[in-house]
């Protein structure tokens, strides 16, 4: 059965810069990930504890009260999970640049229910880009002060996700697909959005107070323009036009608040991350320049942090520069 999207939720995605899909995946297709995460969760337990750096490796606790647990101990804890290398440009700490690179995550991004709701977007020839995040967000109650604005684990502000990119992309036909795989709400810090914002084409972003590289769309920007919140159950997706205002608040439950954003765009195109590794996901002109196989998606990662990690790689990964200017601006204040 094929998922692409009708007429009206793409004039509606035209029209708002963002649509949810409610129900998109199912339990076949969220539970590799849940078993693939658990036994992560299970080999960097057992390593940082046998290095000294957590006290307990806690195997007695559910997912999510272990990673709320531990990632106190260890703050670093998110980046053995995520779906990406770090945004550091010159990573100091080779244990901590590190990421996941399963087969279950790999099947996610080329999940074909995905691919279809994408190709009602982007067209048939679809490259999965490799700007891409988990987010596993612990209650802030137990969130320890470094990690409440790291956007991987607390908040995060208001941004488009050109941002993240380098000025290459700039043409790139981007587009959002946010998974969760935990129901999202607005008590537990689901997607906001400003209805409309991608009408307004690129914004002025300001450097993170916390985290430098956190950027934030400035209040005087958002004003008073309707803010819609995006509550989707476990399994329904959330698209996002790349030129659209968006951010998550914090986690008020008590449990564990778990997504994956994606992204595509069309294949050809920059990717604004070319430190990175992309792959065609979806050719109808050219099946045979798929990639399947996770062993090599895998291969390309391991590939891409070498050459970061021994100066083969001298480009930056992510570059700030074009708002250098509103770093001390009033407006940024
Ligand atoms: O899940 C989140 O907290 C943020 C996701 C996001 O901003 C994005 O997908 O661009």
């Given at each position: 059965?094929?998922?692409?999207?009708?007429?009206?939720?793409?004039?509606?995605?035209?029209?708002?810069?963002?649509?949810?899909?409610?129900?998109?995946?199912?339990?076949?297709?969220?539970?590799?990930?849940?078993?693939?995460?658990?036994?992560?969760?299970?080999?960097?337990?057992?390593?940082?504890?046998?290095?000294?750096?957590?006290?307990?490796?806690?195997?007695?606790?559910?997912?999510?009260?272990?990673?709320?647990?531990?990632i106190v101990?260890?703050p670093?804890?998110?980046?053995?999970?995520?779906?990406?290398?770090?945004?550091?440009?010159?990573?100091?700490?080779?244990?901590?640049?590190?990421?996941?690179?399963?087969?279950?995550?790999?099947?996610?991004?080329?999940?074909?229910?995905?691919?279809?709701?994408?190709?009602?977007?982007?067209?048939?020839?679809?490259?999965?880009?490799?700007?891409?995040?988990?987010?596993?967000?612990p209650?802030i109650q137990m969130l320890s002060p470094e990690n409440v604005e790291q956007?991987?684990v607390g908040i995060?502000?208001?941004?488009?996700?050109?941002?993240?990119?380098?000025?290459?992309?700039?043409?790139?036909?981007?587009?959002?697909?946010?998974?969760?795989?935990?129901?999202?709400?607005?008590?537990?810090?689901?997607?906001?959005?400003?209805?409309?914002?991608?009408?307004?084409?690129?914004?002025?972003?300001?450097?993170?107070v916390q985290v430098?590289?956190?950027?934030?769309?400035?209040?005087?920007?958002?004003?008073?323009?309707?803010?819609?919140?995006?509550?989707?159950?476990?399994?329904?997706?959330?698209?996002?036009?790349?030129?659209?205002?968006?951010?998550?608040?914090s986690?008020?439950?008590?449990?564990?608040?778990?997504?994956?954003?994606?992204?595509?765009?069309?294949?050809?195109?920059?990717?604004?991350?070319?430190?990175?590794?992309?792959?065609?996901?979806?050719?109808?002109?050219?099946?045979?320049?798929?990639?399947?196989?996770?062993?090599?998606?895998?291969?390309?990662?391991?590939?891409?942090?070498?050459?970061?990690?021994?100066?083969?790689?001298?480009?930056?990964?992510?570059?700030?520069?074009?708002?250098?200017?509103?770093?001390?601006?009033?407006?940024?204040?």
């Amino acid at each position: 059965m094929a998922h692409h999207l009708t007429a009206e939720q793409i004039e509606q995605f035209n029209e708002d810069g963002f649509l949810a899909v409610p129900s998109l995946l199912d339990e076949t297709d969220l539970i590799p990930l849940d078993e693939e995460y658990a036994a992560v969760m299970d080999d960097v337990a057992a390593r940082l504890f046998s290095e000294g750096l957590i006290s307990d490796p806690r195997r007695e606790l559910s997912f999510g009260e272990r990673y709320s647990r531990l990632i106190v101990e260890y703050p670093e804890l998110h980046r053995f999970f995520n779906v990406s290398l770090p945004l550091i440009n010159t990573p100091d700490k080779p244990r901590d640049f590190c990421m996941h690179t399963g087969p279950a995550a790999f099947s996610l991004l080329r999940n074909e229910k995905i691919l279809d709701v994408v190709e009602s977007i982007l067209g048939p020839e679809i490259s999965s880009n490799p700007v891409q995040q988990v987010r596993l967000k612990p209650p802030i109650q137990m969130l320890s002060p470094e990690n409440v604005e790291q956007s991987n684990v607390g908040i995060t502000t208001w941004h488009q996700d050109t941002v993240a990119l380098l000025p290459e992309a700039d043409d790139t036909s981007l587009l959002t697909v946010w998974v969760a795989l935990t129901e999202a709400t607005v008590e537990n810090g689901c997607l906001n959005s400003i209805k409309g914002s991608h009408k307004l084409g690129q914004v002025i972003h300001c450097p993170g107070v916390q985290v430098a590289s956190e950027m934030f769309v400035p209040d005087s920007i958002i004003g008073d323009q309707t803010e819609v919140a995006l509550p989707v159950k476990r399994g329904g997706i959330v698209l996002f036009n790349k030129h659209n205002i968006h951010c998550a608040r914090s986690n008020h439950s008590t449990d564990l608040r778990w997504s994956f954003d994606l992204r595509y765009n069309c294949t050809g195109q920059p990717t604004g991350r070319p430190a990175f590794p992309g792959f065609i996901a979806r050719s109808r002109a050219n099946p045979d320049s798929e990639l399947h196989d996770p062993v090599q998606w895998k291969r390309q990662w391991d590939e891409a942090r070498d050459n970061i990690l021994n100066g083969r790689y001298t480009g930056p990964i992510f570059d700030q520069a074009r708002w250098d200017e509103y770093n001390d601006a009033p407006i940024c204040a």
